[in-house]
């Protein structure tokens, strides 16, 4: 389905991890690393196309992320000749390109690349927001560069949890790493963490225990 100019429509997906962090997949038997993209079949809005693909490619349902942000108008890449078959030569252009930033919303093992029978990618890794250009195929980097641009402006700030501490917090960060003393309840615990390391509770897991304390029976003695 191409449009009057010679371009197929098409979206890519820019996924985030709770860090900013974005998905970078290894296209299947290539060195060349991309964003998961695909083409919108008739009859489908580019959002529809969207979770198509993401579960095509990456395994991951609508449930499993955040509808962020996306582009406000087709970005477009022509596509060298060479790539193109003979057939379609004259008619065919390159592609018109929604691009959707989403944020992953479950952990990470929920990535999937062999969800179906024809996967596009064999590896993948997360990555700085501003991936590196020089190893996605040439005649795409313009359009990953105005879609990384656009859409940066709405990347999720992301907090520190370490309000969820319970007491005292002190930190300290020297040359030999941080020296953290805090208090859950009646423990007190220090720990000494490297350089560049943070400590991050998980306050679910106390609040269960507490919980299973309150409720379990005391035993009689024997």
Known sequence: MLDREGFRP??????????????????????????????????????????????????????????VARTRDWLRYE????????????????????????????????????????????AWRWNDFWVPLDVVVEFKRGVYEMALTELSRFLPRFESRNRYLRGSLRSQEGDQ?????????????????????????????DLNEQEQARTVPPQPPL
């Open 177 to 205: 790493g941080m020296h953290m003393e805090f208090s859950m309840g009646a423990m007190h615990v220090h720990m000494e963490l490297p350089p560049g390391a943070s400590f991050d509770p998980d306050p679910q897991r």
């Open 79 to 122: 596509v060298p000749d060479r790539f193109i078959r003979r057939d379609a030569r004259g008619f065919y252009k390159g592609q018109k390109q929604i691009w959707y930033l989403l944020q992953l919303a479950v952990p990470d093992w929920n990535v999937n690349l062999r969800a179906t029978n024809h996967p596009e990618f064999d």
């Open 10 to 67: 098409n979206v890519g997906i820019i996924l985030l991890n709770q860090k900013n962090q974005v998905f970078w997949g290894k296209r299947i038997r290539t060195h060349s690393w991309q964003f998961p993209q695909g083409g919108i079949d008739r009859g489908e809005s580019p959002e529809q196309a969207m979770f198509r693909e993401l579960h095509e490619e990456v395994g991951l349902l609508p449930e499993h992320v955040r509808i």
